[in-house]
């Protein structure tokens, strides 16, 4: 199984933590849809003996296309591409794009998973990320959402700078007022070169503290785990039969192809890129070329990537894998490497997986890098 995913890269305001690839401007759209539609069809070799089950729509922000142009990539893909018959087929969208008109009118299309950036229900964190929407549009989406959707995944953003204990609970706790079966909650991150680190340098905004953000991850593991969510992922939780498709098939090493601009791909041995510059990626498509860079994964690259995803998950690292795929010499290497976070409880091997304690997922990146081997190649 494989699946497909469809960066749209346009959103209505600049995010100030964000640092994916998008525009403000809408000038470009229909020649972009014109150009994904023609990428999604040049790169249809690729998947010959391969079928998908999962469509993601990411960005930027998708919901800021019309129905038209959604329906007509699904369709450019269903001609294209071997689906199953019950695809996961996600929309990534603002609450201030889903108004009860265009709720429904989404719920006609084959989209069947709505992933909505929430991130906060309290004016002054939604002010400080300049998000779009306000809080009563993000409650009111969601309360017009679940009727119409069974699958809603939203996203919420803890260690914000001025967030108490109190309302990070608060947070967490509107959000499962609503019966959402899935919650993806990430950290505030300050990436380089966007507006959030400039307002930190500058003074108006404090720096994000990682003790914070450690409390606040643990009360969420804790107040999501004693409502019944799993916790699959370092930064996602879900109902059983709730988990993402898309985003575990990229834990489990499955193959994916990225569509549009700054969009990724993965085919288990090389990964490709593509150029993130809404311009030249469309003139490159419109003369039938991809324009893509790749690199070939080594076997030190393939171990580091299932280190890394596999200790962010309830999968885990199997050691067996290690051996079987990598070799003895890389399993020797982390067994060595692994002794201190055995030792420090961070880290436990049962039934022959290695898997973070409860202590250390909070850290698990960090046991991760720890873990790499760098210097067999």
């Not at 914000?160 to 309302?167: K, L, S």
């Amino acid at each position: 199984m494989a699946g497909i995913y469809i960066h749209i890269p346009f959103c209505k305001q600049a995010c100030h933590y964000c640092d994916f690839h998008f525009s403000t401007s809408m000038k470009k759209k229909g020649e972009m849809i014109l150009a994904l539609a023609n990428e999604i069809k040049l790169r249809k070799r690729e998947f010959e003996n391969e079928i998908v089950e999962t469509i993601y729509f990411g960005g930027g922000t998708p919901s800021i296309l019309q129905i038209t142009d959604l329906r007509f990539l699904i369709e450019t893909v269903y001609d294209n591409y071997l689906i199953i018959e019950n695809p996961e087929i996600t929309l990534e969208a603002n609450p201030d794009d889903l108004n009860e008109d265009r709720i429904i009118e989404l719920s006609k299309t084959k989209i069947n998973r709505l992933s909505i950036g929430i991130q906060s229900f309290f004016e002054d964190d939604l002010k400080l990320m300049n998000r779009a929407h306000n809080a009563e549009e993000a409650k009111k989406c969601l309360e017009i959402a679940t009727q119409y959707f069974d699958t809603i995944s939203l996203d919420l953003i803890y260690g914000i700078p001025g967030m108490t204990n109190e309302i990070w609970k608060k947070n967490i706790e509107i959000a499962l007022s609503f019966g959402i079966p899935h919650i993806s909650s990430y950290a505030l991150t300050v990436e380089p070169k966007t507006a959030l680190q400039k307002l930190i340098q500058s003074g108006a905004i404090e720096n994000p503290n990682d003790e914070v953000a450690q409390e606040h991850f643990s009360i969420l593991v804790e107040l999501l785990e004693a409502n019944e969510f799993i916790h699959y992922e370092l930064s996602n939780f879900g109902k059983a039969n709730y988990f993402s498709k898309n985003n575990s098939s990229y834990w489990l090493g499955k193959k994916y192809i990225g569509i549009g601009p700054s969009a990724h791909s993965y085919n288990g041995i090389s990964r490709s890129w593509n150029v993130s510059n809404n311009s030249l990626y469309i003139k490159a498509i419109q003369e039938n070329q991809l324009p893509n860079e790749e690199e070939t994964l080594t076997i030190s690259d393939r171990y580091n990537e299932y280190i890394m995803t596999g200790l962010r998950t309830i999968w885990g690292v199997s050691l067996d894998k290690i051996e079987t795929e990598f070799g003895i010499t890389y399993l020797d290497y982390l067994m060595k490497q692994v002794q201190k976070f055995l030792h420090d409880d961070l880290v436990i091997i049962k039934d022959n997986v290695l898997k973070p304690t409860k202590k250390g997922k909070f850290l698990t990146d960090g046991i991760a890098s720890d873990l790499f081997y760098l210097n067999l190649e």
